[in-house]
T-cell receptor
């Protein structure tokens, strides 16, 4: 069964550094998402992306965050200047159509030192 | 804004016993409803979904859920739990529409005793 792939599985970064989290959504899916889960807390929506632009974003998704679909297969989340509170598990998801469910990757655990 | 409540943080059942995990949502219209399962170190796997139609939906691994509009609930059930079902279970809601961000509950951790 096709799946969403995320790399790396664990990223350790110094505070203030830039980090890029990578995702390969399911082929021919049209909608792409990033969520995060701080340890012990709920999974929270960050951003959705459709037709090469952001369709929705949460309050968490401030100017430090950006997303990009640089080619036909990758979907990236960039955090420009990381803070300690950015430490979390980041999940990528993709969806084939508006009447289909979202499929999630295994996540990238981001640790900010 | 939509919200989801999972009132049970942790549930323990014996293998072979039945299971019901509770989920209540708050949303102005009929939402799209989902249950996901997360095993340690893994991502979120979709168990089942409700969009419309029959209010009793069947999912993978023998799970089912029933949408009850009058109670704003979407409880997950399984008649006989297996040890491999031990995991964290998340209920999620989304409004209809193309972008459709998911709002998750805080999760229920399921422990299965031998």
């Amino acid at each position: 069964e096709p799946e969403v792939t995320q790399t790396p599985s664990h990223q350790v970064t110094q505070m203030g550094q830039e980090v890029i989290l990578r995702c390969v959504p399911i082929s021919n899916h049209l909608y792409f998402y990033w969520y995060r889960q701080i340890l012990g807390q709920k999974v929270e929506f960050l951003v959705s992306f459709y037709n090469n632009e952001i369709s929705e974003k949460s309050e968490i998704f401030d100017d430090q965050f950006s997303v990009e679909r640089p080619d036909g297969s990758n979907f990236t989340l960039k955090i420009r200047s990381t803070k300690l509170e950015d430490s979390a598990m980041y999940f990528c998801a993709s969806m084939g159509g508006s009447n289909q469910p979202q499929h999630f990757g295994d996540g990238t655990r981001l640790s900010i030192l | 804004a939509q919200s989801v409540t999972q009132p049970d943080i942790h549930i323990t059942v014996s293998e072979g016993a039945s299971l019901e995990l509770r989920c209540n949502y708050s949303y102005g219209a009929t939402p799209y409803l989902f249950w996901y399962v997360q095993s340690p170190g893994q991502g979120l796997q979709l168990l089942l979904k409700y969009f419309s139609g029959d209010t009793l939906v069947q999912g993978i691994k023998g799970f089912e859920a029933e949408f009850k509009r009058s109670q704003s609930s979407f409880n997950l059930r399984k008649p006989s739990v297996h040890w491999s079902d031990a995991a964290e279970y998340f209920c999620a809601v989304a409004r209809s529409g193309s972008a459709r961000q998911l709002t998750f509950g805080s999760g229920t951790q399921l422990t299965v005793l031998p």
